[in-house]
DNA sequence: ACCTGTATGTACGCTGGCGCGCAGACGTCG
DNA sequence: CGACGTCTGCGCGCCAGCGTACATACAGGT
């Protein structure tokens, strides 16, 4: 996710491959609609495919207690949803929700596992996402666990916004509110004093980022320290 | 993790090669001793090494705002540390504290790319291990989160009962608020309370566990969980 | 224009954990 | 034996977020 570059042709992991091999990996897959509200994949369910974004973004939710729930990722075009695969596991864990419409390069398992196996460029990609991702999901124990609501949610906006390539997009405080495992009241107070304070901008649903950098001003140093993790991981 | 096994000869994960491989991998390993106290690796820290304990358990811990600490991790004789290598990451992002002294098998990082290249059991073995503590960073996020400190306090004494491998071991409060992200004094009442229960009994640093089912009634699931996890991610 | 469903705003008492400060209890070492 | 350092216990006011309940506001369909 450098600064300024405009969206990856497809999805920046993909673009990283060497050109035949990318033209391969494409190859197999069947481009297929994200659409809000769609389950990709339930927190026990086998590995069948692969998805690589190329446009919205997709949160991993774990559930305990049968209840409370709890957003734990944030996936759009800069990643992959299925990076179990690529590590020798079968299942996911976390359920994975599309939250903002887009597309995907789709890619069964078996064709997936078979790339894997030849060990290149593929395989060496996928694993250092992986690898962010354990680095991501270490910073966001401790965010959760130490800042307060308004600094979680300046985070979290600011990374749907570079998921979402736009500084529109729709979210309920309800559904914020399950990102963030708070209440849906929580997010409201919040949310009123980021638009009183003109940082951001929202009626029902639709959420605008006004001010980006005093969004992040406000933000946790966690969304830096994520994005520096993926820049570290990820070339 | 297996309920009622003596423990492994050496380290699990290493116990699941095939002979020969293991006795190789063996041989290019250093025997050393982990101290309590001792730092294996600082935060950003280019990895230069990986250990397999064979007893004691280690902590991997974040920190944030520069004061804010919190343990992400516990690894002890079921586990390596040092997967970022085989994922392809040179520097892993959180400290690892020795908590309980004890010895490891330490092999360079040299020497574990190499053997990683290979492709055998062990590239596998540890990307699976990897995965597996992939699931168990998510549990904590939702732990950490929803479950109050009592719960939690249970839930950390019993996974380092699994790793010390005894029911009695040395950790201050003062320590124990470290792990869970507390106050000390948080810890001073939840075990205040576990002790009234006849659950735990402790005085200056030495912990004992009283009544293991007890604790674990009193933990939140999230200790089976990590156990579930495991279990599915390493045979 | 009305009705219904969804989204947002506000209030109120409660509780778990915080920050701080201090007091006792136990060990160790000079 | 005494002094000091470490570990544990307790009290106080404070605050973020909880659970619950109710009120408003806007959008879209009939």
Redesign the pocket.
């Known amino acids: 996710m450098p600064a300024k570059l405009p969206a990856p042709a497809l999805n920046y992991l993909l673009d990283t491959l060497p050109t035949r091999e990318r033209r391969r990996v494409v190859a197999t897959c069947n481009n297929v609609a994200l659409t809000r509200g769609e389950v990709l994949y339930q927190s026990m369910q086998r590995l069948d495919r692969v998805y690589f974004p190329t446009s919205g973004f997709v949160s991993l939710i774990v559930t305990v207690d049968d209840s409370a729930q709890l957003e734990v990722g944030l996936v759009g075009d800069e990643g992959v949803l299925g990076v179990a695969l690529a590590l020798g596991a079968a299942a996911l864990g976390v359920q994975a929700v599309v939250q903002g419409s887009g597309r995907a390069l789709c890619m069964s398992a078996a064709a997936f596992n078979k790339e894997i196996s030849l060990g290149k460029s593929l395989a060496c990609v996928t694993r250092r996402y992986a690898f962010v991702q354990l680095r991501q999901l270490s910073q966001m124990v401790a965010c959760t666990r130490f800042?307060?609501?308004?600094a979680r949610l300046a985070r979290w906006l600011l990374m749907t916004r570079d998921r979402a390539h736009a500084d529109t997009f729709y979210l309920?405080?309800?559904l914020l509110g399950t990102m963030l495992?708070?209440?849906?009241?929580?997010i409201?107070?919040?949310?009123?004093t980021l638009?009183k304070r003109n940082l951001i901008q929202?009626?029902?649903?639709?959420v605008t980022i006004l001010d980006r950098r005093g969004l992040k001003a406000t933000s946790c140093s966690c969304y830096q320290a994520d994005r520096d993790a993926y820049a570290s991981g990820v070339q």
């Not at 495992?181 to 929580?186: N, S």
């Open positions: 800042h307060v609501v308004e309920t405080h309800e495992g708070v209440r849906r009241v929580g409201t107070n919040a949310a009123g638009q929202y009626s029902r649903g639709n």
